[in-house]
Nanobody, 125 residues
Framework: QVQLVESGGGLVQAGGSLRLSCAAS????????MGWFRQAPGKEREFVAA?????????YYGDSVKGRFTISRDNIKNMVYLQMNSLKPEDTAVYYC?????????????????WGQGTQVTVSS
């Protein structure tokens, strides 16, 4: 079992930056691939970014965030991060951290086994 707790959300103006953090506890964090997903009001949850089991492994980004967001992880601290730059109002959503019980990154939310409670990000225009 893995417990995930997100933090770092908040209100920011368009063009600004935020860094989300996800603290993981429980089983060996370094064996899990990690992902970030988001859900805006009235919309389905969508893929944002994913990273494999190590900091140097494969990572993927959703088309809408490529070039603006960066996912990273620290297996010593059991943390995964999402650096979000050049934020847009359409980035407003609840952001969820997820863990996948395999080493490879995936953009499919159905392949993730554990989820955090989410953190709200609001980008004002």
């Amino acid at each position: 079992q893995v417990q995930l707790v997100e933090s770092g959300g908040g209100l920011v103006q368009a063009g600004g930056s935020l860094r989300l953090s996800c603290a993981a506890s429980g089983r060996t964090f370094s064996t899990y691939a990690m992902g970030w997903f988001r859900q805006a009001p009235g919309k389905e949850r969508e893929f944002v970014a994913a990273i494999g089991w190590s900091a140097g492994s494969t990572y993927y980004y959703g088309d809408s965030v490529k070039g603006r967001f960066t996912i990273s992880r620290d297996n010593i601290k059991n943390m995964v991060y999402l650096q979000m730059n050049s934020l847009k109002p359409e980035d407003t959503a609840v952001y969820y951290c997820a863990a996948r019980d395999y080493s490879g990154a995936s953009g499919s939310q159905s392949e993730y086994h554990y989820w955090g409670q989410g953190t709200q990000v609001t980008v004002s225009s």
